[in-house]
């Protein structure tokens, strides 16, 4: 095992410490959403700019979600001792890229390739 036991110690942390930030931004923008606007005369160009900002909203909601599941995925990989593997090539993660992005699930060089491709 490569990685120090401090060192995932410190990750956890910091993990716990963003899946509960991730949580309460979450649940604050879906107050928002389903909390009323609209209680005023509005005309159309309101409403029609109140609909732009809600799937804003849903869209961020969406990229934390997928954030929060893969910080979920990191904290169970803790639990399982398979933390800092690649999921791609299994070969372990450099602990300055978890450091950076301790929810990450590739090493940088398939992420890249990952990337690559997807564009
Ligand atoms: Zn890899």
């Given at each position: 095992?490569?990685?120090?036991?401090?060192?995932?110690?410190?990750?956890?942390?910091?993990?716990?410490?963003?899946?509960?930030?991730?949580?309460?931004?979450?649940?604050e923008e879906v107050d928002g959403i389903?909390?009323?606007?609209?209680?005023?005369?509005?005309d159309v160009e309101d409403l029609a700019?109140?609909?732009?900002?809600?799937?804003?909203?849903?869209?961020?909601?969406?990229?934390?979600?997928?954030?929060?599941?893969?910080?979920?995925?990191?904290?169970?990989?803790?639990?399982?001792?398979?933390?800092?593997?690649?999921?791609s090539c299994n070969e372990p993660i450099?602990?300055?890229?978890?450091?950076?992005?301790?929810?990450?699930?590739?090493?940088?060089?398939?992420?890249?390739?990952?990337?690559?491709?997807?564009?």
């Amino acid at each position: 095992m490569p990685l120090s036991k401090a060192f995932l110690k410190k990750i956890k942390k910091a993990l716990l410490q963003k899946k509960e930030e991730l949580a309460k931004s979450i649940s604050e923008e879906v107050d928002g959403i389903q909390g009323g606007q609209g209680h005023h005369l509005a005309d159309v160009e309101d409403l029609a700019s109140e609909a732009t900002d809600e799937s804003i909203v849903s869209s961020i909601i969406e990229m934390e979600s997928a954030e929060l599941e893969q910080i979920e995925r990191a904290l169970d990989a803790l639990d399982d001792d398979t933390y800092g593997i690649c999921e791609s090539c299994n070969e372990p993660i450099r602990a300055a890229r978890l450091e950076a992005l301790p929810f990450a699930d590739m090493c940088i060089d398939c992420k890249r390739l990952q990337e690559k491709k997807r564009f």
